[in-house]
Every structure is written in C-alpha cells, then in structure tokens.
C-alpha cells in the first residue's frame, strides 16, 4: 500500500514562504487525487487544496486562494504545497492525503494520510 511522508514544516514570520512535500513509498500515487489538510490546536481537521490527477484541475479554500499552490511532479511521484503570505491562522498540522478518485473537500473521503507535518507562522 502506498505510504505518505510529509516534509517542510516550520516556524515562518508573517507574510513569509513555505514549501510541503508530500512523497509516496510502496507505489506510485500518480492515479490519486492529493489533498491538503490542516489541523489548528483544539480545532478540526480542515481541507485547504487539492489537486486531480490528469487534468491537474485543482481546488482550494477560500481563505488561501491566491496565497497557497498545489501542484504535483508525476516523475517525482510528490505532491507540494507551496505557501505565501503567511498569515497566523495558517499556524496548524498539515496533512496530505490521497484518494484513488476524484477529489473532495471532506476528510472523512480519504484513506491514506502522512503523518503531519507542523507549520507555526509568528510574529
């Protein structure tokens, strides 16, 4: 089964960049819709992005349109989410996560998760 490991996570000051990685092991996730999930202390897990697979048609959260990208390197076999403008509500666990269908805003539609991977935007 394919496996999930998240990189990239850390401290950033508002209005910096951060880059997560998301990469596959034990198979190839090129077939899977890649979302981004995160998760605020004492929150629920919330959807931030995803992208398809052979369109490369992506969705994201109204609150990091035009700040946060997801796109994919299918040769690669990683999803990324390239981030901008931090802000400190962006401050929570990120999570990806795949599903070998079209992609949903709903966690509870995916199966297979890395296993987080903290960004922490300060002042």
């Known amino acids: 089964q394919v496996q999930l490991v998240e990189s990239g996570g850390g401290v950033v000051q508002i209005g910096g960049s951060l880059r997560l990685s998301c990469g596959a092991s034990?198979?190839?996730?090129?077939?899977?819709?890649v979302a981004w999930f995160r998760q605020a202390p004492g929150k629920e897990r919330d959807f931030v992005a995803a992208v398809g697979t052979i369109s490369n048609r992506s969705i994201y959260e109204d609150s990091v349109k035009g700040r946060f990208t997801i796109f994919r390197n299918y040769h690669a076999n990683t999803a990324y989410l390239q981030m901008t403008r931090l802000k400190p509500d962006d401050t929570g666990v990120y999570y990806c996560?795949?599903?070998?269908?079209?992609?949903?805003?709903?966690?509870?539609?995916?199966?297979?998760w890395g296993q987080g991977s903290q960004v922490t935007v300060s002042s």
């Open positions: 034990g198979g190839t996730f090129n077939n899977y819709a």
């Open positions: 996560a795949i599903r070998d269908t079209w992609f949903t805003p709903s966690p509870e539609d995916y199966k297979i």
